[in-house]
């Protein structure tokens, strides 16, 4: 039996966080939570995990700013990052994207795409 992935939620909004912990574990992912932008960088640091979904609007650091200290640092560069927004505006998208997130997904998103996703980012078989 191979270790579960560890999958860690930086999202400020509790009925998303509840919800995608729900998800996540019933996948079969060990989850921890952050609700802001430092929170996010202490759990990635502390927990190292496999995948990070990451809210753009976050309070104290933005998940830009989360996801450019990651990819910065040799020792967490190899995190998976999946950024979640409200907006769907191609500039924020690329902004993420050039600051090295692996995948974005807008808000609402359907829960089959986000499983999709989360099992392609990780590699393993949905």
């Not at 930086?10 to 966080?17: C, K, S």
């Not at 995948?51 to 104290?60: A, I, R, T």
């Not at 990651?70 to 190899?78: G, H, I, Q, Y």
């Amino acid at each position: 039996m191979t270790q579960s992935k560890k999958i860690l939620i930086a999202d400020d909004e509790p009925n998303i966080v509840i919800s995608l912990e729900f998800l996540m574990k019933r996948e079969g992912f060990d989850v921890s939570i952050a609700g802001d932008g430092e929170e996010a960088i202490a759990k990635i640091r502390s927990d190292s995990p496999d995948l990070v979904l990451l809210d753009v609007m976050m309070p104290k650091k933005s998940g830009f700013d989360v996801c450019q200290e990651v990819k910065a640092d040799p020792a967490l560069s190899s995190t998976r990052i999946l950024m979640l927004t409200a907006k769907g505006r191609d500039t924020e998208m690329a902004k993420g994207l050039a600051l090295g997130a692996d995948a974005y997904m807008t808000k609402p998103f359907s829960t089959k795409d986000l499983v999709e996703q989360v099992h392609q980012l990780l590699g393993s078989n949905a």
